[in-house]
Structure formats: structure tokens, C-alpha cells
């Protein structure tokens, strides 16, 4: 497990971490059965974040600095032998000075890896990882109902939501959580080669569309023209309970798509195929639809 | 005059028994007719300066609104909490304010405005800090002018302001955003820069900062139409230096002196006015000044309110509810030590390097942008210079730091200092919960007088 580095947004290329000779491993893939409970006022996604960073017997974890509470989580972390790293993630992002930071703090983390123990990074290879890598086509769907999905990142307890809207005929055209589709980083080869650092800091972080960038509109540009272009029937928002971002979001999404809409509070200590209050109000959308 | 808390309509008795006061002042009780009800139920310093402390507090709006007659551009400057307002206050004919101040109006106005109603229907609950009450100012437009432009930091701020000014500008008030770093420790390869209370901070960040300030100077100039120059900056540090040492010499009277010579809230009230100066920089200076003269002056005659065995605390986060730092003093204590997260907004900027660095260094000495281990280190420093016999941390409902601060700060003051620490939490109106805070506080007293 020791050559294993944990991270936890869709802002940390894993490649990156690849390419210094560890093995990348998402936060979100891991046992949810770390959560017990949540704290007070804690964001249940972030804390999930924590308790899996503190069981994790790898090199290093790296959080990041995306939101308040996954900032200031990462400084309860420390009785995990594996090391920290917070990378620093601009809010803004149409300046330079905002694209400046997110290159540095990837030299930055090769520093830190490479002190941790890997090798110099291997540039030629980032290329060759990024051959494979494209965004998946929009899935193909039937007569079922099409639905957006957004909200904070799935994880693994999600697999439940995706099979009960199924059960109602409708499918999940659009992946807009934190970590679906906006997060698969369209890398120009040619520009990768000639100048690593700049191409991820375009990739990764200028052209990401997040719900957290301030200004939000490049997200909303980006939806606006996916929810037209796969005809969405209807949205689906899963929050986490204190997630300030996604939450305040939610009437603009009401008003910008006008299409029906279904939020739900998530609780990741309860998977969906067992929230028999998330069923109802499921259930109830599905027949409105 | 010996000091005592008084009611407000005993304070209006000095109304037209001070000469020389300016035009805004007029007997507070005018403002609970316009709905500041809060007023009834608070307890008041009874000298002169507080007077005029609290009319020129309550007039911010009709003053702004006389700027915005007079042809003053008006500047909103949110969330930085000290570092904006010094470049902005620096050009003729500009005045800065803070629209985040909109988190008192529900306390002041006990919910009557409407502000946080209208903030649920723009679906920003109660599960967000009290500074929604921003948003509904926005939609009212009934607290305060409509600023000419908005400047807002992000990065490492809390997620509740951070949303809630997106849906500002979603509702088309445009912000121009800029990017505050998470301030961090430097590796051992990286060259440094020291901050303002001289711990060592990454130069790159600096740097980012002063591109960023470099940024904003160009806005401002084409604005305004003001050249921006370095000699005008350097003059709005001057400026701001001195409401900061007035300040400094105000807390240190306070906080060193055997008693009580200045209740708690009118120290925070004074605290408040090194943010943004409350619209008026030169009337700030004058208070301010007028201020460390009476308490000093009570400091030299053995002028204290209440008896001298209050226990000394110091305070942490400031409170949504101004009723609360009364209830300080009726159980037994006093403000000894603050930290109402503006702590870098205390500090002097340096005079001696060019003025978008030494703004830049303002920023990053913002402890909310670093972690709580940090701020944790400057409030265990005051902590000990003061000799504060314990601490309180004041949970803003909703916000998204105090979630974690509160164990960080508590565990590192109870390690370094011994002194016992409590959290309590105070909602805009915090009748409901008064008694559960009263017992806090009273046993936190019961503890340090046992101890």
C-alpha cells in the first residue's frame, strides 16, 4: 500500500500522481463503511473524505482546497502515517494569476511526491495516459424518461439511486455531479508534450466547469447546452447537508433550465435503496413526470 | 461622569448637552421608530462618545445615501474584511462600504426588516450564516444605496458568503471577484516573506496577491478616473495606520486595565469601524480618538463600571446578536481579548514598501485564511499578554468554519494557556437560547473562580 497516494477532487489529475510512480486511488472508490456518524455542522462528504484519509495506509493524501469545509477538514488530519498535501484551488478562474496558482501548486505537488518517495515526473508517459482518456459519449436512451443528474460527488452508495430511478423508467443522461462528466478533462495531446504544466492547468482547472468557481456561469454555460443538446426531461440535485454551494444553487437551476426539478438532502450513512422517504419522493416525481 | 450601562432612552438625555457634535447625531430612540427595536433591549455606555459611537453607527445608511447624492462613487467591499477598503478609501471622492454588515440587521431590527424572509424565499435558508440577511438587503434595497461597484474576495473564504454573493451577481449585480489564496506554511525550499506579526508565509503567495491588487488598482482607476498612483495609496495606508494604532491603544487600555472601562459592546462596535470605517474615515478617526481620551481618562481616575473581580474573557467570532455582549458584563466578566475574525485588520501596514505589497501582506495575515492552528497561535499570544482567564468561542449559526474551528482553537488555548474554554452559539436573535448562554458563561466564571 505504500506506494499508494489518496486524493480527493476532481481538480488533482491523477496522472500526475502516476507519473511520479504512485498509484492514484479516489477518495470517492473507497469502503463508505468507514462513516459511522456526522458531526454538527460538518459536511457528511467531507467528513466521509477524513475518516477514509485517516484509515488509509498509503504514501500520501492529498486534499484540496475547493471548499471551506474540505479546506479546513484536511487540518484535522493527522493520525495517519501517510503524509498531507492541501492543494491550494483558485476560486476564480478567468485571470491569470488564478491559472498561475493551480500551475504552481502541481510543481508544488511533484515536489512533495517526490519527496515522498517517487521519481521525477515522467512526462512522455502523461502523454500516453491521456491517449486513452475522452470524454464517454451521452449513453443511449429508449422511451426512457431522460434525467440530469447534479449535486455534490457520488459515491459508491449512489449505485442505489441510479437503480431506483431505473425502476421508474428513466435513466441518467447527464452526469453534472462534481465528479461526472464536466470533470473529464478534454487535454490536447500536442500541447501536453510541449508544456505539461500549462496544458493540466487548462485542462484541469481553466476549462472545468464547477459549480464553485466564482464566477459559476462558465458551469452554467456548459449544461445549458448538454440539457438541450440530450432533450432532459426533468433534474435530479443531491446535496449533502451543509454543502452551502450546491445549496444555494438550487432555485437558479430551478429558474434557468424550467424543467422539473427534484432536490433531495443526501445521507451518506443511508443508501438510497434504503431511505424509504427518498422512495416516496422518487416515486412521486416520477408519476408528476 | 462615572461610566455605567444605561438604557437608550438615558442615553438620548444627552442629546443637545454636548456641543460640537456633527449633524448626524439625534436621540437614538429615532431609530427604534424606524424599526431598530433591538435598541430597547440593549444596555449602553453613558458617556459622550458613546453617544455619538451609536448615531454614527445607526446613520451609516442616510449618510451613504448623502455620498450617493453628492456625487460620491460608492464602493461595495465584501468578505475581505480590512484590505480592500484601505486602496478604495485612498481615491478622492470614493467611499467604500461593507454590504456584509447587512448580518446585524435582523439582531438591530429583531427580525422586522424582512431581510432573512427574503433570503428564505431565495431559498438561502437558516442553514446558512446569518450574513444572508445580505442578500435580502439586495432585493430591498431599503438598507443601503446600491453600490456603484462590488469587490469580493474568494478562494479561502467560508462557502456560506461565497454562495451567497454568487446569487448576488446571478440577480445582476455585478462583482468583480478576486482571489484570495489559502495562506499556508512555506516548504523549507521556498523562499519567504515575514507577515505582519512576523511568522514566516510563502513569497509566491505574495506575489499572486500583489498581481491581484495590481489588477484591481487598474479597475479602480478606470472607475473612478482617478490615477491610482503609489503616492495616493501610500497616503490611504497612513490614513488607515492611524484608526488602526487608535484602535490598538483602545483595546490595550481596555483589555489592561483593572476594570471594566469600556463594555463589551461598545469595544466591538469600535472594533467593527477598522473594516470599512463605517462610511466615513474621518468621523471614524474622531470617535476613535475620542474614545481611547475616555477611557483613559476613566483608567486615571479609577473609573470602572461594576466591581473589579469580573472575570476577564476573551472573545471569539463576533456575535449576531448585539445582546449577548451585554449579558458579558450581568455574569460576572469582561471583555479581556478579541478575535472577532478581523484580528489582520488590527495590525499596521508597513509604510516602508511599496503599497499593493504591503496590502498584499494585509491580506495574508487574514488568520480565516490560514488554518485554525494559526489563528489558534495569535489568540494563545493576546491570550497571554492580557492574562484572559478564559475563552469563548462564538459559533455563528451555519457558517461554514465554525464547524471545525471551534475544536482546533479550544484544544490548542486549553494546551498552551490552561484556561478553561467554552462554545456557545448565537443565532440574530438569541432570546430563545439566553438561558442556555447564561449558564455557560455563569459556570465558565464558576470554573476560573475555583481555579
Not at chain 1, 223 to 241: F, G, L, S
Request: include cysteine; glycine fraction near 6%; hydrophobic fraction near 40%.
Amino acid at each position: 500500500m505504500k506506494n499508494k497516494v489518496l486524493y480527493s477532487s476532481q481538480y488533482i489529475p491523477p496522472e500526475w500522481i502516476k507519473i511520479h510512480g504512485f498509484q492514484p486511488v479516489n477518495m470517492i472508490s473507497q469502503n463508505n463503511n468507514a462513516f459511522q456518524e456526522s458531526s454538527e455542522g460538518v459536511c457528511p462528504y467531507a467528513e466521509l473524505m477524513f475518516k477514509q484519509a485517516e484509515l488509509f495506509d498509503g504514501s500520501a493524501v492529498v486534499f484540496t482546497t475547493r471548499c471551506d469545509q474540505m479546506r479546513r477538514i484536511s487540518e484535522l488530519y493527522s493520525s495517519s502515517g501517510a503524509k498531507l498535501f492541501l492543494m491550494n484551488i483558485p476560486a476564480t478562474w478567468q485571470n491569470q494569476t488564478a491559472i498561475g496558482i493551480y500551475k504552481d501548486e502541481l510543481k508544488r505537488l511533484s515536489s512533495f511526491l517526490i519527496q515522498t518517495g517517487g521519481t521525477e515526473p515522467d512526462f512522455e508517459n502523461l502523454v500516453t495516459l491521456f491517449k486513452n482518456k475522452k470524454r464517454p459519449d451521452p449513453p443511449k436512451v429508449g422511451n426512457e424518461k431522460r434525467i440530469a443528474l447534479m449535486g455534490g460527488p457520488a459515491i459508491d452508495f449512489d449505485s442505489g439511486l441510479i437503480n431506483l430511478i431505473q425502476e421508474h423508467s428513466a435513466k441518467i443522461c447527464l452526469d453534472a455531479t462534481e465528479i461526472g462528466e464536466l470533470a473529464i478533462p478534454d487535454v490536447n495531446l500536442k500541447k501536453l508534450a510541449d508544456d505539461p504544466y500549462s496544458e493540466l492547468a487548462i485542462a484541469y482547472f481553466a476549462n472545468m466547469p464547477d459549480i464553485a468557481k466564482r464566477p459559476n456561469k462558465q458551469f452554467y454555460e456548459h449544461i445549458d447546452e448538454m440539457v438541450k443538446q440530450r432533450n432532459i426531461d426533468a433534474i435530479i440535485v443531491r446535496t449533502y447537508p451543509w454543502c452551502d454551494i450546491w445549496h444555494a444553487e438550487i432555485p437558479r437551476i430551478k429558474e434557468l433550465f424550467k424543467l422539473p426539478l427534484l432536490h433531495f438532502t443526501a445521507d451518506v450513512c443511508t443508501s438510497p435503496k434504503n431511505d424509504s422517504r427518498l422512495k416516496t419522493r422518487l416515486k412521486a416525481f416520477f408519476e408528476i413526470l | 461622569m462615572k461610566p455605567k450601562k444605561v438604557t437608550v432612552e438615558k442615553l438620548d438625555e444627552l442629546h443637545g448637552k454636548t456641543p460640537g457634535l456633527p449633524a448626524y447625531c439625534g436621540k437614538l430612540c429615532r431609530h427604534i421608530d424606524d424599526g431598530d427595536h433591538r435598541l430597547t433591549k440593549l444596555e449602553f455606555d453613558n458617556s459622550a462618545i458613546s453617544y455619538r459611537l451609536w448615531n454614527f453607527l445607526l446613520t451609516e445608511e442616510d449618510r451613504l445615501r448623502e455620498a450617493r447624492a453628492a456625487g460620491k462613487y460608492i464602493i461595495g467591499t465584501m468578505k475581505d474584511l480590512g484590505t480592500i477598503p484601505v486602496m478604495t478609501y485612498s481615491i478622492p471622492n470614493t467611499i467604500a462600504f461593507y454590504p456584509d454588515g447587512a448580518w446585524w440587521i435582523p439582531c438591530v431590527m429583531e427580525l422586522s426588516g424582512g431581510l432573512l424572509l427574503e433570503a428564505d424565499n431565495l431559498g438561502i435558508d437558516e442553514s446558512f450564516c446569518p450574513v444572508r440577511a445580505m442578500l435580502g438587503a439586495f432585493v430591498t434595497e431599503k438598507h443601503f444605496p446600491l453600490p456603484d461597484l462590488l469587490i469580493c474576495s474568494s478562494g479561502a473564504v467560508c462557502d456560506d458568503f461565497s454562495a451567497i454573493a454568487q446569487r448576488i451577481e446571478a440577480m445582476g449585480h455585478p462583482i468583480e471577484w478576486w482571489e484570495m489564496p489559502h495562506i499556508r506554511k512555506p516548504t523549507p525550499e521556498e523562499k519567504t516573506i515575514p507577515l505582519l506579526d512576523g511568522s514566516p508565509a510563502p513569497k509566491i503567495q505574495h506575489e499572486y496577491l500583489i498581481d491581484e491588487f495590481t489588477r484591481l488598482r487598474l479597475l479602480l482607476q478606470e472607475k473612478t478616473g482617478v490615477e491610482v498612483s503609489d503616492k495616493i495609496l501610500s497616503a490611504g495606508i497612513k490614513r488607515s495606520n492611524k484608526i488602526r494604532q487608535l484602535l490598538h491603544e483602545l483595546r490595550d487600555t481596555v483589555f489592561l486595565a483593572e476594570g471594566i472601562v469600556l463594555p463589551a459592546l461598545e469595544l466591538l462596535i469600535a472594533e467593527m469601524l477598522a473594516i470599512h470605517y463605517c462610511s466615513d474615515i474621518d468621523e471614524t478617526e474622531i470617535i476613535l480618538q475620542e474614545m481611547v481620551n475616555e477611557v483613559k481618562n476613566r483608567v486615571a481616575n479609577g473609573f470602572f463600571i461594576g466591581n473589579k473581580s469580573a472575570t476577564k474573557v476573551f472573545w471569539v467570532n463576533p456575535v449576531a446578536d448585539l445582546r449577548v455582549m451585554n449579558m458579558l458584563e450581568e455574569y460576572g466578566c469582561r471583555l479581556c481579548g478579541t478575535d472577532f475574525m478581523f484580528t489582520h485588520a488590527l495590525d499596521q501596514i508597513p509604510e516602508d514598501i511599496p503599497p499593493l505589497e504591503a496590502l498584499a501582506l494585509a491580506a495574508m495575515s487574514d488568520s480565516m485564511t490560514s488554518g485554525s492552528t494559526q489563528r489558534a497561535a495569535r489568540i494563545c499570544k493576546d491570550i497571554k499578554k492580557i492574562g484572559s482567564e478564559a475563552l469563548i468561542i462564538s459559533k455563528i449559526p451555519g457558517a461554514s468554519h465554525c464547524a471545525f474551528e471551534g475544536k482546533i482553537i479550544s484544544e490548542i488555548v486549553k494546551r498552551e494557556c490552561g484556561i478553561p474554554v467554552i462554545e456557545i452559539e448565537v443565532p440574530p436573535m438569541a432570546d430563545v437560547m439566553m438561558m442556555n448562554i447564561k449558564t455557560k458563561i455563569k459556570t465558565l466564571k464558576e470554573i476560573v473562580d475555583i481555579l
